[in-house]
């Protein structure tokens, strides 16, 4: 609501801008951008390819310090987002196993003790969204909605067709869909 979080997609730069000003800017060095995010608090969770390390997931408080770092090797990062109160990150990982696609959905104290993660099978993650209690993952072929406080997958709705749009509204746990 107060800042904005502008990334160069494929690149290595990015700023977080108030209202009125630039707050801080920061350059991810030898690692490009993939995708990136704003919390409440002006929290940005970052995820990168390249350097060492296939993945990475950095957090940023509101002064442009970092104060998170998770480093992935077998598994591809899909999104991070921060939740509502900057304790926790969630992420969406995508692997390979046995030929089979498979999405896994963690959390972590922002201080990187994970608290727990589901799997959802046979799907590849779109989008995450986050909320206080609820967590909504958009895949290719279904939607999932889990408690954020354990995991617990609270509903999931399977479709058909291609994906267009979607727009997720957390507040009444709806998801608007356009299918092709």
């Known amino acids: ?70 480093r992935y090797i077998d598994e591809k990062v899909m999104q991070a987002v921060i939740s509502p109160d900057n304790r926790h990150l969630y992420v969406t990982l995508v692997k390979s196993e046995g030929g089979d696609i498979k999405t896994k959905v963690v959390k972590h104290e922002i201080n990187g003790e994970e608290i727990w993660n589901v799997e959802i099978s046979d799907s590849l993650s779109f989008d995450i969204s986050v909320s206080e209690d609820n967590i909504m993952v958009i895949t290719d072929e279904k939607i ?19 994906l267009n749009q979607y727009d997720i509204a957390l507040t009444n746990e709806s998801v608007f869909l356009l299918i092709m």
């Open 144 to 162: 999932c909605h889990l408690k954020a406080e354990d995991g617990t997958m609270a509903s999931i709705y399977s479709y058909k067709g291609v």
């Open 1 to 70: 609501e107060k800042s904005v979080l502008i990334y160069d997609k494929g690149g290595y730069n990015f700023a977080l801008y108030s209202k009125t000003s630039e707050i801080y800017k920061q350059n991810t060095e030898n690692e490009i951008i993939v995708s990136a995010s704003i919390g409440a608090g002006e929290y940005a969770a970052v995820v990168t390819s390249g350097g060492q390390y296939p993945n990475a997931v950095y957090v940023y408080d509101a002064y442009g310090k970092k104060v998170y770092t998770r």
